[in-house]
């Protein structure tokens, strides 16, 4: 199986994400894609702002309807910084025999190199980059033996700190995140 894995705080999940799995499901014909929201990401400390509770309920309403994406808590449950080399460690026991894909946007790829451990994660799995609109994909320092494909879709330019900030401002998030996301948002009131 071709098995694709899209981490991320998903603080709050928005179209954005879920438009951008949807691309590379279909772009490369994966048989599964695994959400994988990080407790805390390295190079992003301060960026998780909800509760792992929260955020996991949040990506479940999001996707509940849709069979062909999956969650994994898997780094939640783990704590701590999420390194991306201990999930696909941790994801390649799980799927020995599979081809698993680890699903970035472009503007990781100038960070890469300062990703732990990049040259054993370039052997372990290919990447799946995203271009954000008005943040083409920049060179990146080169790593032995990492394999990128690239992925064209529908990318939307919406970042889940933009939508914390409009809750702070009174402004809506309709159009911008699933109906069952902005009613969790609003019960919970989370991002006051």
Not at 115 to 137: G, M, N, Q, T, V
Not at 164 to 190: D, H, M, T
Request: aromatic fraction near 10%; charge should be negative; glycine fraction near 6%.
């Amino acid at each position: 199986m071709k098995i694709g894995f899209l981490g991320g705080s998903f603080d709050p999940v928005h179209f954005g994400h879920l438009i951008a799995a949807q691309d590379v499901l279909e772009q490369f014909h994966l048989d599964r894609l695994i959400l994988v929201p990080a407790a805390q990401a390295p190079l992003k400390p301060s960026d998780v702002q909800s509760t792992s509770e929260d955020r996991l309920a949040m990506l479940r309403a999001a996707i509940e309807w849709d069979h062909r994406l999956e969650i994994s808590d898997y780094e939640l449950n783990k704590g701590g910084i999420s390194y991306t080399i201990d999930s696909v460690r941790h994801f390649q026991a799980m799927f020995p025999r599979d081809q698993l894909y680890w699903i970035i946007g472009g503007d990781q790829l100038p960070l890469l190199h300062k990703w732990k451990d990049i040259d054993e994660l370039a052997k372990l799995i290919e990447f799946i980059f995203l271009e954000r609109p008005k943040h083409p994909a920049k060179p990146h320092p080169e790593i032995p033996g990492l394999v990128l494909h690239r992925c064209d879709g529908h990318l939307i330019e919406i970042s889940s700190s933009e939508l914390r900030g409009r809750i702070q401002r009174g402004l809506s998030l309709n159009y911008f995140c699933p109906q069952k996301v902005i009613a969790y948002i609003e019960a919970k009131r989370l991002y006051r």
